[in-house]
């Protein structure tokens, strides 16, 4: 699996403490943690089962709102979206967009993208 515009990194944390360490960065950035739903457990309420899987949706107006300003159909991928899952070898892996992919897609200006930009949230999420 490679989809085109995704960055895939894999975490040596569960699902949920990934989430949790992730939304923790987040809210010290000043982001809003707009929704946090777990996949697992709503794929079986409705009978069925998949392993581990959990994503958060969240976002910054300050920071959004320009890029929608430039690009009012790039609101389709905002709020930004941070998914974790684990597979089927019990190794978990995050997946996000990645920023050059969304500033090409909605041909965005360049200093628009820093908050689209998610490696270092990533990376400071799995700091020891």
Known sequence: MNPIGVITKSSPYSVQETIDRIVQVLLKHGA?????????????????????LEFILFGNPKAGGPVMAESPVAALDLPLKIIAWEDGEKKVWIAFNDAGYIEKRYALPHSLMGPFDLDPVISKSLEG
Not at 33 to 44: G, L, S, T
């Open 32 to 52: 809003i943690i707009y929704a946090r739903i777990n996949q697992q457990a709503e794929v079986m309420n409705a009978g069925l089962r998949i392993a581990p």
